[in-house]
């Protein structure tokens, strides 16, 4: 019901300038409207609501400070903020008294672990980032019988000009010799082009079903199917891209990558962002970007593993009553714990454990048949290695689970 304010309210002495607009209902034990112009919003309260992508960017760069600058905010402004610094405290009668130095706990650095490569051997730093120039991934994926397809979405400025665009087929040609470089093996042939123009946003469909229902038919026309298709977005449009992914993982069961039109036309730091294509292409395509030296994966490769990671997301703020729950679970399935299929499962409320038992026993139960089918019994797992230990739901294909 929408509530609406008289001009004049004599008993405060106060004319709206906006007699129309809805009333605000500001809480209480009863129901309590306020015209919103006589409303104010008190600083620094907290936000519950789904914060927008600009809103989420700025509270990350926020938060993602070095340990000693957290420190000082703490130590410095944080205890004058609470009145802990300057004048008498507070909590001094209740015999309680506030330091004013950071807890010291020891601790110790650890030695970066050596990464073995195809090719090179690139040192970690102490940040634990290091170089891929000049290195080959440790198992090159086979690239080949794949397609680019170009996504036209009203934005000429960053967009290719179409299937047959001369600058197009340039990038496409170095993003493959960027691919050779780093270890993949691709095919001589190129990829097939394709493109589709995408019908123009309108308010009836926000979430651009029309334009997912254009890429699925000009996927479909493709020829023989493709083993991956580099997709070029034409934007950030999140509907866009969360809405092929679905329609390729779930409907079409084809490999997808996304790069953004912008990104890979641009010269400048045209090679580090191949290279970072490249790395998201060879694990696709089966490979093995890089992994441990046998002396750090000694305790691993006692026996045949398996590793397994499990999480579960809840619905957040402002969803839909009802929403469930999704558990995930991911296992490696190679000996060099490069690959990490994954499996999800709709739960219920409260059912968290049961839910991720009957995933991780699929998994496990898929990787073990399929090393029998392939005539490799000796290379299943043994044993798995996860965050979840429970003796008495061990599995009867794993003679142990560790933790």
Not at 47 to 71: C, W, Y
Not at 319 to 348: C, H, M, N, W
């Amino acid at each position: 019901m929408k509530y609406v304010a008289t001009q004049h309210c004599p008993e405060y002495n106060i004319r709206l300038q906006y007699p129309d607009l809805p009333l605000i209902d500001v809480g209480g034990q009863k129901q309590n409207l306020l015209p919103a112009e006589v409303c104010t919003i008190l600083e620094r309260q907290p936000f519950r609501g789904k914060l927008l992508d600009e809103h989420i960017a700025s509270m990350i760069t926020v938060a993602l400070q070095p340990p000693n600058v957290n420190a000082r905010a703490i130590t410095e402004r944080g205890l004058d903020e609470l009145g802990f610094r300057q004048g008498p405290n507070p909590l001094a009668a209740f015999g309680v008294s506030i330091g004013t130095e950071m807890a010291v706990v020891p601790g110790r650095i650890l030695q970066p672990p050596q990464l073995q490569y195809g090719q090179g051997a690139p040192r970690v730093d102490d940040r634990a980032s290091w170089n891929l120039r000049d290195v080959k991934f440790t198992v090159g994926g086979r690239l080949e019988k794949w397609a680019v397809l170009l996504i036209q979405d009203g934005n000429p400025r960053d967009e290719f000009a179409g299937e047959t665009d001369p600058e197009l087929r340039h990038v496409i040609q170095g993003f493959m010799a960027m691919c050779r470089k780093s270890g993949m093996n691709v095919g001589r042939d190129e990829p097939t082009y394709a493109a589709v123009q995408l019908p123009r946003k309108e308010p009836s469909d926000p979430i651009r079903k029309k334009a997912i229902g254009t890429i699925r038919t000009r996927l479909m026309g493709i020829n023989p199917k493709p083993s991956m298709v580099l997709v070029i977005l034409s934007s950030g449009d999140k509907h866009i891209y969360s809405g092929l992914k679905h329609l390729c993982d779930v409907y079409l069961d084809v490999t997808t990558v996304c790069v953004h039109a912008a990104k890979i036309r641009k010269e400048k730091g045209q090679p580090q962002y191949f290279a970072n294509v490249a790395l998201k292409v060879n694990m696709k395509m089966g490979g093995v970007n890089h992994s441990l030296s046998q002396q750090n994966m000694s305790w691993l490769m006692q026996s045949p593993t398996m590793l397994v990671g499990m999480d579960v997301t809840h619905p957040g703020f402002g969803t839909v009553k009802g929403t469930p729950s999704i558990a995930a679970v991911v296992a490696s399935v190679d000996a060099k714990y490069g690959q990490f299929p994954a499996t999800l499962r709709i739960q219920e409320s409260k059912k968290e454990v049961s839910v991720f038992r009957e995933v991780s026993s699929y998994k496990v139960d898929s990787v073990v048949d399929d090393h029998r089918s392939r005539g490799d019994d000796g290379g299943a797992p043994q044993r798995v290695q996860g965050e979840e230990q429970s003796p008495s739901r061990a599995h009867p294909r794993v003679p142990r689970w560790c933790v």
